[in-house]
């Protein structure tokens, strides 16, 4: 079965950096682009980023432009997002994702707030 477990959540003051994975099981990892996804309260889930399934391509939403990095190890089936220079307008749940054979799979997300 497809399995995405996101982890590395937490509180950060503004401007601070964390870094969030995504562990994935369950499907030819490097077969498949992934996405990063947030969802701030009374607010529609929205893409943050995205990369190809090597890595060789990545996009990013305009509000994170330059603070935020999407990368993967196809090795160890995972994928990451650097977060810098974080806004608390960035506090939202994360969550990983992957369009497989016409479905999209979650994660079950992780909490960042950006708080001072």
């Known amino acids: 079965q497809v399995q995405l477990v996101e982890s590395g959540g937490g509180l950060v003051q503004p401007g601070g950096s964390l870094r969030l994975s995504c562990a994935a099981s369950?499907?030819?990892?490097?077969?498949?682009?992934m996405n990063w996804y947030r969802q701030a309260p009374g607010k529609e889930r929205e893409l943050v980023a995205a990369?190809?399934?090597?890595?060789?391509?990545?996009t990013y939403a305009d509000s994170v432009k330059g603070r935020f990095t999407i990368s993967r190890d196809n090795a160890k089936n995972m994928v990451y997002l650097q977060m810098s220079s974080l806004e608390p307008e960035d506090t939202a749940v994360y969550y990983c994702?992957?369009?497989?054979?016409?479905?999209?799979?979650w994660g079950q997300g992780t909490q960042v707030t950006v708080s001072s």
């Open positions: 994702n992957a369009k497989i054979l016409l479905r999209a799979y």
């Open positions: 369950g499907f030819t990892f490097s077969s498949y682009a």
């Open positions: 990369i190809t399934n090597r890595g060789g391509s990545t």
